[in-house]
């Protein structure tokens, strides 16, 4: 199979440093850095973290430690963010994913991009990762089950690698696609969901810095069962909104028909915005559970946007998020 080479991208395009330098005060103060233990800026070994045993065999990446988006909370280890997932490709348990993953190929993979943008085709895996440099981030993530956890991904900025095929001005919003592929995926054998799975952003949201087209965890290649071999993350919203094994990104006018909302409307919204404020019908929203802490641990506060506000409350000026929710 041919695959057409990755669009260039202008250097004065590629995600500033100056914005996360311009906010990282507003940030440290947000996420309490302050006293927190700081995680050196480069470099391989991560002192401050809990010890990773990482799956053998797993690729080590080569990547620089992002200082904007250190451990402020204790990262979970390696086996908590490996072994409770929620990929229902791979079954409807937590543990399902890192028992039944094992079947999906992750090479050769290729990226589709279609829609409304000037460059469109498909595209190698390898030469995606090859234009992008690699950083690590500690961010948090909050499913909207009610639960959390800290999570040192490796990736990049979700927007350079948008910005390359040139979105048109109609280009309003981006979808995700997973792969379909029942025979890899044998959760796709029943009908729990309306496969494949479908994500959606905005295209203003998926440009923000903060959203990060993840490739690795701790260091190396990210386990099948975490979404291998490119899924989203998306910090500030509920974990759903982060597609995993994406095949297809396509730009459109209208709002994608997403799957969580799709199937259950009064449930989940297309925003899926961390907001301590707006309730589950079936369940507050308002603190969550620390994987790792055990059953009877405290329940931490969920922050709105789950922390991080100065990046992404502007993006919804004016926007009533209960009704948008
Ligand atoms: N394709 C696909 N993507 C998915 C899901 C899924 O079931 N299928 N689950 C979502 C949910 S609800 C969460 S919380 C996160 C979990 O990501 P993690 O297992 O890496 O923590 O993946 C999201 N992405
Ligand atoms: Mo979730």
Redesign the pocket.
């Given at each position: 199979m041919r695959t057409p080479k990755l669009p260039h991208i202008r250097p004065s395009e590629i995600t500033a440093e100056r914005y996360f330098r311009m906010r990282r005060g507003l940030l440290a103060s947000a996420l309490g850095l302050a006293g927190a233990s700081l995680i050196p800026a480069s470099g391989r070994a991560a002192p401050g973290a809990p010890a990773a045993t990482p799956a053998a065999g797993a690729a080590a990446l080569r990547y620089t430690r992002n200082p904007h988006f250190v451990a402020v909370d204790k990262p979970n280890t390696y086996e908590e963010?490996?072994g409770?997932?929620?990929?229902?490709?791979f079954g409807i348990d937590k543990t399902d994913?890192a028992a039944n993953a094992g079947s999906l190929r992750t090479r050769p993979w290729s990226l589709t991009i279609a829609g409304e943008a000037e460059v469109t085709g498909r595209y190698n895996l390898e030469d995606i990762l090859k234009a992008h440099p690699l950083e690590e981030r500690i961010y948090r993530?909050r499913?909207?089950?009610g639960w959390s956890?800290v999570?040192p991904w490796v990736g990049f900025p979700l927007g350079d690698l948008l910005k390359r095929f040139r979105p048109t001005s109609r280009a309003k919003f981006v979808e995700f696609t997973?792969?379909l592929d029942p025979q890899q995926m044998p959760?796709q054998r029943r009908g729990v969901?309306d496969w494949?799975?479908v994500?959606g952003l905005r295209i203003d949201e998926a440009m923000n810095p903060l959203a990060l087209m993840v490739v690795g965890?701790y260091g190396r290649e990210l386990p099948n069962?975490?979404?291998a071999p490119l899924?989203v993350?998306l910090p500030w919203k509920?974990?759903?909104?982060?597609?995993?094994?994406?095949v297809r990104i396509r730009f459109s006018a209208r709002q994608p028909r997403t799957?969580?909302p799709a199937a259950w409307p009064d449930e989940y919204g297309f925003y899926a915005n961390v907001n301590p404020n707006v309730d589950h019908p079936r369940w507050s929203q308002a603190t969550e559970r620390r994987i790792g802490e055990g059953l009877f641990a405290p329940r931490h506060p969920t922050e709105m946007f789950n922390g991080y506000g100065e990046q992404v409350a502007s993006l919804y000026q004016g926007l009533d998020l209960r009704r948008n929710f």
């Amino acid at each position: 199979m041919r695959t057409p080479k990755l669009p260039h991208i202008r250097p004065s395009e590629i995600t500033a440093e100056r914005y996360f330098r311009m906010r990282r005060g507003l940030l440290a103060s947000a996420l309490g850095l302050a006293g927190a233990s700081l995680i050196p800026a480069s470099g391989r070994a991560a002192p401050g973290a809990p010890a990773a045993t990482p799956a053998a065999g797993a690729a080590a990446l080569r990547y620089t430690r992002n200082p904007h988006f250190v451990a402020v909370d204790k990262p979970n280890t390696y086996e908590e963010i490996t072994g409770y997932n929620n990929f229902y490709e791979f079954g409807i348990d937590k543990t399902d994913p890192a028992a039944n993953a094992g079947s999906l190929r992750t090479r050769p993979w290729s990226l589709t991009i279609a829609g409304e943008a000037e460059v469109t085709g498909r595209y190698n895996l390898e030469d995606i990762l090859k234009a992008h440099p690699l950083e690590e981030r500690i961010y948090r993530h909050r499913c909207v089950e009610g639960w959390s956890m800290v999570i040192p991904w490796v990736g990049f900025p979700l927007g350079d690698l948008l910005k390359r095929f040139r979105p048109t001005s109609r280009a309003k919003f981006v979808e995700f696609t997973t792969l379909l592929d029942p025979q890899q995926m044998p959760g796709q054998r029943r009908g729990v969901l309306d496969w494949p799975y479908v994500e959606g952003l905005r295209i203003d949201e998926a440009m923000n810095p903060l959203a990060l087209m993840v490739v690795g965890v701790y260091g190396r290649e990210l386990p099948n069962q975490n979404g291998a071999p490119l899924r989203v993350h998306l910090p500030w919203k509920y974990g759903f909104k982060s597609g995993k094994s994406i095949v297809r990104i396509r730009f459109s006018a209208r709002q994608p028909r997403t799957t969580w909302p799709a199937a259950w409307p009064d449930e989940y919204g297309f925003y899926a915005n961390v907001n301590p404020n707006v309730d589950h019908p079936r369940w507050s929203q308002a603190t969550e559970r620390r994987i790792g802490e055990g059953l009877f641990a405290p329940r931490h506060p969920t922050e709105m946007f789950n922390g991080y506000g100065e990046q992404v409350a502007s993006l919804y000026q004016g926007l009533d998020l209960r009704r948008n929710f």
